[in-house]
């Protein structure tokens, strides 16, 4: 069993940043993609972004072009930057790692971005 941990979540300003961690508890690189996904109350956990073990990442348009990702397959560790939050960008977000065997998820870690 993978344990996967979010941290850096917090009370930003709009126009602000954070970065998010997603530790596992094993080698990353044993992972189709390592994904961040948001959760708002009452709605569907949504897909914000991926990278793959060879570092090629996608994004969902909603945050093209303000977040990105990467990984320190060292550290097992994947991070969100995310910049030039919104109020919309207020979540709980998630990591969540899969292959062909096996899908893993964190326990989340909230975001809130004042206006």
């Known amino acids: 069993q993978v344990q996967l941990v979010e941290s850096g979540g917090g009370l930003v300003q709009a126009g602000g940043s954070l970065r998010l961690s997603c530790a596992a508890s094993?080698?990353?690189?044993?992972?189709?993609?390592m994904e961040w996904y948001r959760e708002t109350p009452g709605e569907h956990r949504d897909f914000i972004g991926s990278?793959?073990?060879?570092?090629?990442?996608s994004f969902a348009d909603s945050v093209k072009g303000r977040f990105t990702i990467s990984r320190d397959d060292a550290k097992n560790t994947v991070y969100l930057q995310m910049n030039s939050l919104k109020p919309e960008d207020s979540a709980v977000y998630y990591c969540?790692?899969?292959?062909?065997?096996?899908?893993?998820w964190g326990q989340g870690t909230q975001v809130t971005v004042s206006s």
């Open positions: 094993s080698s990353i690189g044993t992972f189709n993609a």
């Open positions: 969540n790692a899969w292959n062909i065997l096996d899908n893993y």
């Open positions: 990278i793959d073990r060879s570092g090629s990442t």
